[in-house]
């Protein structure tokens, strides 16, 4: 296992924080959205809406984690695994001055 910094450990659970709070506040405005058309419809029995609603809530709940946590996996990549399996510039020249 490849040692981490703190910087990076406090980067990653700052971002882990930021996707949990992003996706609950969007699952709750999805909920609030589907709930809320029962609502405005006065439909007497908003069970089936309210359904829809925490459906619709867990799946931008996840979404919205994965696309968040997956895009900083991206982006973080240590340099020195970056520069590890770059390709040379000029494959086949071994000394520097040749």
Do not use: C, K, W
């Amino acid at each position: 296992m490849e040692h981490r910094t703190q910087t990076e450990r406090d980067a990653n659970t700052i971002e882990i924080v930021y996707a949990l709070v992003l996706a609950a506040v969007l699952a709750g405005a999805a909920f609030l959205a589907v709930a809320g058309y029962a609502h405005a419809l006065g439909v007497t029995s908003p069970d089936t809406f309210i359904r829809a609603g925490q459906i619709a809530a867990a799946a931008a709940f996840v979404a919205t984690a994965a696309t968040v946590l997956l895009q900083h996996r991206r982006t973080s990549v240590p340099a020195r695994r970056r520069r590890a399996s770059a390709q040379p510039s000029q494959p086949g020249r071994t000394r520097p001055d040749s």
